[in-house]
């Protein structure tokens, strides 16, 4: 008998149905993904104005992205960079967006999924960058203020500054420290309020301070910016029977800044911390250690930790793509101590003595080029002819070589540095020892010609905005 | 009374014979069935036995290289026993609850369900009577394991096939246990609502098949012959009691409960069984390791569904825990395969299916999960 013969109707209707099902599993097969790599978002958003020039540039996917996917961002004007894949996101780490400038994006098709599916279409966003400007510190009505000064393009003289913008109003409080995000140039501060607690505060350029965080009777202060403008990690000291917030030891915490979630940073409550700093992957963050004296290093992701021990007490900043970061530790050299600065590794677990083994010197405030391969200090000498009481401003290559002074006046104690998003300048303020008249004031230096420009008087502790 | 001969038929080809080549000469209602060719039996029946011989001698082949040439030894496979105990025990004592809810409800059908309501009540035509059985889940909340007796009770009552089929595949999805269960471990979103729409889908599909069939060329001679003389009015085999005490009819309704339970309990165990053999000898990792693009992660998480043979109730929160590693159509292909068939249910199957019949209920589903899974992959998204 013909076996074709010996199936039923209903058998012949089952695979008629199977053999259906199994040629429409074939073409849809051979149509292939009709829907792609999902963006999810783009940052800076499509249309956003005043972005900072230190931005940098994600997009989000819908799924974690393939670590060797080719992702190719182009901007016009042409700006190079660097692409970072981490997880779903992938980032373009300008080398220096030009202020006041409009840019378009095009993410190019074909960026991979880590289960193949593609981008099928390139993605085009616009934004511009906003104008460049000094944010400081300045005293008015008694309380500490933040101010806003443009960044002259041509060289003023003092008696023909701008005036500068309060950025901020004195029932705001006295303000503490204060953090410019890398994203958009939000500006997030402390501020003292008068029962000696301090709250966190947040104000976009152009808008009105806005209550970030009422710490209540505790202080919170160190704000850090994560790198992608979303994180943001501050120190909070709590009040006791045994003494006052400002004065109680400092513990962690991380806060989404869109929706004000908070959480510890530590699962242990014990662990202490502040002036955290992130890497530029936002995976690691440094921070001073006060139980352990020293520099920790934490990774957010693992809870992998490690340990350096000094007693200098400045925060230690990352390098611009890099998991190495700068710190600085005191070394008894003879009779006399010296302050070197270190570049460390916590994965390879290597430190490298930038200093010199036997310079007789005080480094610190040590600061990153937007490129990674330039730090900017303040320096001073305490033995020899060139010994000064005074801290100058130095420039070295990340491997510490190249060392050279950028300011040469004994009289004139410079503030902290702080390089400008194209890695051109940098802005301190000074601090004349001598005079009728002290006045701390606020000034750039171009890296190259040395040349230098007030760009205000008085104010203190400037950073470059956006 | 066309299904009597069937009772002592033992070769599937002879059912074939009797109804497909030679439909229309019924054999009369006492004549003597003419046995199965002893040749043809023989041979049939060395060929099963040979083929599990071989089956279970590559299965122990598996286990000792996997111990002497992979492990280290007699503690390896002793570590391999403990395991396939443990799974066993965890896949048996997680299922026979249901087990216990199903052959009592079952029990509750035979005494107190009067096989007229059916044949007066429920839908005949192919689409509204495969509605019908779809959404039947809603009313006897059950898991895979608790609706076979169900449904076989149900058949006997004389229960319309197609309305049988597509309530054994969709029953236990659809209905307020599983539905709240893929809610809390998914919340309302697209696996949520997939599950449940592509359940009914199929179960639909397959239940309208199924109503081009004829009982006799599905079901086992035993149910058949119920299910015809329930729908024939020629015997009663319901033990539908109206006037009989209510205390008789319950410890009646016990009596086949636990009758039933004893009996579906045999599937059970071989099924939970061999769940467990293919667990022990099929690491879940080398197919997780495999699990990925649009395809191939559906076809793995049916795998998995099929050899995890976890229980409908609680398999979105095992879900849940691969929603991160593969893809949604997977995911969903997982959820809405996995209660329909499964290696225990596959086998409990076989009190009530012909084994073709059972392989239909296998082929089916999966075929179409798999095709639900793939389009979801390759136009929602993963």
């Known amino acids: 008998m013909n076996p074709a013969r010996r199936l039923s109707a209903f058998d012949l209707t089952v695979i008629g149905v199977l053999l259906g099902a199994a040629a429409l599993l074939g073409v849809l097969i051979w149509r292939g993904d009709q829907v792609g790599l999902q963006v999810v978002a783009m940052t800076p958003a499509d249309g956003s104005a005043s972005v900072s020039t230190r931005s940098q540039l994600t997009v989000s996917f819908d799924q974690p992205l393939d670590a060797g996917s080719a992702v190719r961002f182009t901007l016009d004007p042409p700006v190079d960079g660097q692409v970072q894949i981490i997880g779903d996101r992938a980032t373009f780490i300008p080398q220096a967006l030009q202020a006041d400038t409009a840019y378009t994006v095009r993410l190019e098709a074909g960026v991979r999924g880590a289960n193949g599916r593609t981008l099928a279409e390139a993605r085009v966003w616009r934004f511009t960058t906003g104008r460049t400007q000094a944010i400081f510190t300045r005293s008015s009505e008694g309380r500490e203020q933040l101010f806003v000064a443009p960044i002259p393009s041509e060289t003023v003289a003092p008696g023909e500054l701008p005036t500068p913008t309060p950025l901020m109003q004195s029932q705001q409080g006295s303000v503490w420290d204060y953090a410019v995000s890398p994203v958009d140039g939000r500006i997030v501060f402390s501020a003292l309020t008068e029962t000696g607690s301090s709250n966190l505060w947040i104000v976009a350029p152009g808008g009105e301070p806005q209550l970030l965080l009422d710490c209540g009777v505790d202080f919170c202060s160190s704000p850090s910016w994560s790198h992608d403008g979303e994180l943001l990690i501050f120190a909070r000291r709590n009040a006791s029977e045994f003494g006052a917030a400002a004065v109680n030891p400092p513990r962690l915490s991380i806060m989404h800044v869109a929706s004000g979630e908070l959480a510890p940073v530590f699962a242990d409550s014990q662990k202490l911390g502040f002036e955290a700093r992130w890497s530029s992957d936002n995976r690691w963050i440094t921070y001073l250690s006060p139980d352990f004296i020293g520099i920790g290093v934490y990774n957010l992701e693992s809870g992998e930790e490690r340990f350096y021990p000094t007693q200098a007490g400045e925060s230690a900043p990352w390098q611009p793509g890099q998991t190495r970061f700068v710190m600085n530790e005191q070394r008894i050299l003879g009779e006399r101590s010296a302050i070197h600065l270190f570049l460390v590794d916590p994965i390879a677990d290597t430190r490298v003595n930038l200093s010199g083994e036997q310079a007789m010197v005080e480094d610190g405030a040590a600061v990153w080029s937007p490129d990674g391969e330039w730090i900017a200090f303040r320096r001073n000498i305490t033995e020899g002819p060139d010994a000064t009481l005074t801290k100058q401003l130095w420039l070295m290559r990340a491997d510490g070589s190249d060392a050279r002074p950028l300011t040469t006046d004994a009289e004139i104690d410079h503030g902290p540095p702080s390089w400008s998003p194209d890695g051109r300048s940098l802005i301190f303020h000074k601090f004349p020892l001598k005079g009728p008249d002290i006045v701390i004031s606020v000034w750039t230096l171009d890296v190259e010609t040395g040349e230098q420009q007030q760009i205000a008087s008085p104010g203190q502790r400037p950073q470059w905005l956006p | ?382």
């Open chain 2, 1 to 382: 009374m066309i299904c009597a001969g069937l009772v002592d038929l033992p070769d599937l080809a002879y059912n074939r014979r009797m109804f497909v080549d030679k439909p229309q000469v019924a054999p009369p209602t006492d004549s003597v069935i003419p046995p199965t060719p002893p040749t043809a039996s023989l041979r049939s029946r060395w060929l099963r036995w040979l083929l599990t011989v071989l089956l279970a001698a590559a299965a122990i082949t598996a286990v000792f290289y996997d111990a002497f040439v992979n492990g280290d030894g007699l503690p390896y496979l002793y570590q391999r026993v403990q395991t396939f105990v443990t799974i066993f025990l965890g896949i048996f004592i997680e299922a026979a609850p249901f087990l216990i809810a199903g052959s009592i409800v079952s029990g509750l059908i035979a005494v107190f369900v009067d096989q007229s309501a059916i044949d007066r009540y429920l839908p005949k035509a192919a689409l509204p009577a495969a509605l019908a059985g779809g959404a039947m889940g809603m009313v006897f909340p059950v898991c895979e394991c608790g609706v076979v007796p169900v449904v076989r009770r149900l058949y006997e009552k004389g229960l319309p096939l197609s309305i049988g089929i597509a309530f054994l595949l969709a029953a236990p999805v659809i209905n307020p246990i599983v539905i709240l269960s893929t809610y809390s471990a998914f919340g309302w979103g697209s696996v949520f609502v997939g599950r449940i729409v592509f359940s009914f889908l199929i179960a639909v599909v397959v239940g309208m098949l199924f109503s081009r069939a004829r009982p006799e060329e599905v079901l086992l001679p035993a149910v058949c012959q119920a299910h015809h003389d329930a729908c024939c009015a020629v015997h009663d085999h319901s033990h539908h009691l109206p006037s009989a005490p209510l205390g008789q009819r319950f410890t009646q309704a016990f009596n086949l409960a636990g009758d039933d339970f004893f009996d579906m309990a045999r599937y059970l165990i071989v099924g939970s069984m061999l769940a467990a053999g293919m667990q022990t000898l099929v690491p879940q990792s080398a197919l997780l390791a495999v699990g990925q693009g649009p395809v191939l992660s559906v076809i793995v998480m049916q795998a998995l569904a099929f050899i995890l043979s976890v229980c409908s109730t609680v398999d979105a929160f095992l879900a849940l825990a691969f929603a991160g590693t593969f893809t949604t159509g997977a995911v969903v292909a997982f959820l809405v395969f996995g209660p329909m068939v499964d290696i225990k249910s596959s086998l409990m199957f076989l009190s009530i299916f012909q084994r073709r019949v059972v392989a239909y209920l296998i082929v089916l589903p999966l075929m179409l999960s798999l095709l639900m899974g793939v389009w979801w992959n390759l136009n929602l998204g993963w």
